[in-house]
Structures are given as structure tokens and as C-alpha cells.
């Protein structure tokens, strides 16, 4: 499902104003939409020119500016390099690579957290925390553990087999 657009106008002053909040932003409140998933697009107030790159990209290097974790210096100067258009495009095709790869190593780790944790909470550990250790004073080893967990399961399965009697056996039971 796609966001809803948001449309910036930027000014000869260099304000930008969101159209959809009826206010005026700076390049932290759009970075914030940004990150928030929203669709951002900036246009020139007056001549309608589309600059959405041109502020995302000044986003990107305002946040640098704070931090030395911006892009490496040698990419930095590849990309100044790059004026080339077929060069240009490959770097561009390069980096979105990279970023792609680096959105589907972070699923796939989200992917397996949730696994791991399904697994920690899976039905047989629900069991073993409900029931116990059968000696919890003195230390058992995993065999152990597992065969009086085994014994376990297979009685209650036995009493799930059992047909249940009523609970008003106590007035059945006083006739006699």
C-alpha cells in the first residue's frame, strides 16, 4: 500500500511549506516523514520545478554534517568523479543495488528474530515452564530433562484420551 503523497513548496527564501499540514517545515521535519514511510515531494513554488532530490540529497549531507558516519570518502569523491553519464548511471544502479541487498539482509535477520523467538515460546516450552523441573534443587542433565519431559507428555496425552466424567459425579455417586 502506498503513502499518501506529501507536497512541499520551497520559496525563494528557502522555506518549505507543507502543503497537506498547512505549515511550514524545516529539513528535520521532512527528514522525519521521510523516515516515517510518508511519500515526500518538493517542487519550486514558483516555477513548479521538481527538487525532491535536490533536498533529500541536502538532507542526507545536513545529517553528515553531525555525525562521521556519512558515506565514505572515496564514494564521496567517485561520485564527484562520475560526470560521466554512463559512469553516473552505473554508480547510481550500484548504490541502489547495495542499499536493496542491504533492505533484504535486514528482513531476513527480522525474519529469523522472529522464528527464534516463535521457537522460545513454541507450545513444548509453554509446557515446560507450566509444569517445571521435577527436581528443581538439584541439577539434571539435558537427557534427563528431555526423557521425564517425554513421560510427561505421554501422560497427559493419556488423560486427554480418557473420556471425562461429569462434574455432578458427587449426586451420581450419593444414590448409590
Known amino acids: 500500500m502506498k503513502s499518501e503523497l506529501i507536497l512541499i513548496k520551497k ?8 502543503t497537506a499540514g498547512s505549515r511550514y ?17 518538493v517542487v519550486d513554488a514558483k516555477s513548479g520545478r521538481d527538487l525532491t532530490r535536490v533536498i533529500l540529497t541536502q538532507i ?11 558515506l565514505p570518502l572515496e564514494l564521496l569523491r567517485q561520485l564527484i568523479m562520475a560526470s560521466d553519464e554512463v559512469r553516473q548511471e552505473f554508480l547510481m544502479w550500484y548504490l541502489k543495488s547495495a542499499f536493496d541487498t542491504y533492505q533484504k539482509l535486514q528482513d531476513t535477520v527480522q525474519n ?27 541439577p539434571i542433565s539435558a537427557d534427563s530433562e ?4 517425554r513421560k ?13 466424567r461429569p462434574k455432578h459425579s458427587k449426586a451420581k455417586t450419593s444414590r448409590r
Do not use: C, H, W
Open 11 to 18: 520559496y525563494g527564501n528557502r522555506r518549505l511549506y507543507d
Open 25 to 41: 517545515v524545516n529539513l528535520d521535519d521532512l527528514a522525519a516523514l521521510v523516515r516515517a514511510g510518508k511519500e515526500v515531494r
Open 60 to 70: 542526507i549531507t545536513e545529517d553528515a554534517k553531525d555525525k562521521p558516519t556519512g
Open 112 to 138: 529469523r528474530l522472529s522464528e527464534v523467538q516463535s521457537a522460545i515460546l513454541s507450545p513444548v516450552e509453554m509446557m515446560k515452564r507450566f509444569l517445571g523441573s521435577s527436581a528443581q534443587g538439584s
Open 146 to 149: 528431555v526423557d521425564a519431559l
Open 152 to 164: 510427561r507428555i505421554v501422560e497427559l496425552e493419556a488423560q486427554l484420551k480418557k473420556p471425562s
